[in-house]
């Protein structure tokens, strides 16, 4: 069965910064484009990032460009998102997402597999 297993979420100060990380397993890893969306309570998941089958290309949401970054190791089968410049508007559950083809997407609804999220709360 693929599982995806979010870790590194946590507290953070305004203008602060987290790495949270994406373990894979499952999943045929090096084939499958990846991605981060996240999810405020009240609000709609949100594309946040993704990343190609071989690490190229990368896309971001207009919300995070700039400040985020999506990185992959195909042989450690992990993805990461490096936050930087976090603000309060960007607390949410950050979800990881895999699917079978290698070329990335926006859309949610293209992701087969989904993690369980990890908590990014950014303090005022």
């Known amino acids: 069965q693929v599982q995806l297993v979010e870790s590194g979420g946590g507290l953070v100060q305004a203008g602060g910064s987290l790495r949270i990380s994406c373990a894979a397993s499952g999943l045929t890893f090096s084939s499958s484009a990846m991605g981060w969306f996240r999810q405020a309570p009240v609000k709609e998941r949100e594309f946040v990032a993704s990343?190609?089958?071989?690490?190229?290309?990368?896309r971001y949401g207009d919300s995070v460009k700039g400040r985020f970054t999506i990185s992959r190791d195909n042989v450690k089968n992990m993805v990461y998102l490096q936050t930087n410049s976090l603000n309060p508007e960007d607390t949410a559950v950050y979800y990881c997402?895999?699917?079978?083809?290698?070329?990335?997407?926006?859309?949610?609804?293209?992701?087969?597999?989904w993690g369980q999220g990890t908590q990014v709360t950014v303090s005022s």
């Open positions: 990343i190609g089958s071989t690490g190229i290309p990368t």
């Open positions: 997402a895999g699917r079978r083809g290698g070329a990335t997407s926006t859309y949610s609804a293209s992701y087969e597999y």
